[in-house]
């Protein structure tokens, strides 16, 4: 089976922190993807990558970057965290225009 | 560019009941579909999709027919247990795109 491994359940941060989460996949697929999920808005892209060191911003980019060092592992980093960034952030991968598979989500609050 | 609209929710039934979550869509060229579920607590799993017109996708009772004259992908179950109780999202990726566009959402709570 497919193994989406974000790093945090629940993560509780401060206005103006920096915040990185972490998301690792073992099925060598090549695309990976960070969304945050709202009630009623669905799911929105943040970014999403094709390749190691390659990137390409989603529909809500602002305030956000990620970073793909390793093929496995997409990290996303809020480089300053902000009370409307409290969010649930789901991460996925995926190879070629197959479906995706999701990890099990990072409930982030920012106080 | 892509978009997917769901019938709103909350949806509330009885266990046995008949479940349908509307689902259309527009997109570019020929979409593959999929369907989501999300229960409380955890990431989204894979319920089932189709990738091309007609096709029709079934997993653990639930059904959805590509319908490519009504842009829709309909989301059926004959007869809901409780344990279906979770949040359903249909999405759609087009051909030559990576990502994933979806639906808000349908909350969906079974009552014994």
């Known amino acids: 089976d497919v193994k989406v491994t974000q790093s945090s359940r629940y993560l509780v941060k401060r206005t103006g922190e920096k915040v990185f989460l972490e998301c690792v996949q073992d099925?060598?697929?090549?695309?990976m993807f960070w969304y945050r999920q709202d009630p009623g808005l669905g799911l929105r892209l943040i970014y999403f990558?094709?390749?190691?060191?390659?990137?390409e911003k989603g529909d809500i980019p602002e305030g956000y970057s990620v970073s793909r060092e390793k093929k496995e592992r997409f990290s996303l980093i809020l480089e300053s965290a902000s009370t409307n960034q409290t969010s649930m952030y789901l991460c996925a991968s995926g190879q070629g225009h197959t479906e995706a598979f999701f990890g099990q989500g990072t409930r982030l609050t920012v106080v | 560019g892509n978009s997917v609209t769901q019938m709103e929710g909350p949806v509330t039934l009885s266990e046995e009941a008949f479940l349908t979550i509307n689902c259309t869509y527009t997109a570019t060229g020929y979409p593959s579909l999929f369907w989501y579920v999300q229960y409380p607590g955890e990431g989204l799993q894979l319920l089932l999709k189709?990738?091309?017109?007609?096709d029709k996708g079934s997993n653990k009772g639930f059904e959805a027919t590509y319908r490519k004259e009504t842009t829709s992908f309909h989301l059926e179950k004959g007869s809901v247990q409780v344990s279906d109780s979770a949040v359903y999202f249909c999405?759609?990726?087009?051909?030559?795109?990576?990502?994933?566009?979806f639906g808000a959402g349908t909350t969906v709570t079974v009552r014994a």
């Open positions: 099925m060598d697929h090549e695309n």
């Open positions: 990558s094709y390749d190691v060191k390659m990137k």
């Open positions: 999405a759609l990726r087009s051909y030559g795109d990576y990502k994933l566009s």
């Open positions: 189709a990738t091309k017109a007609d």
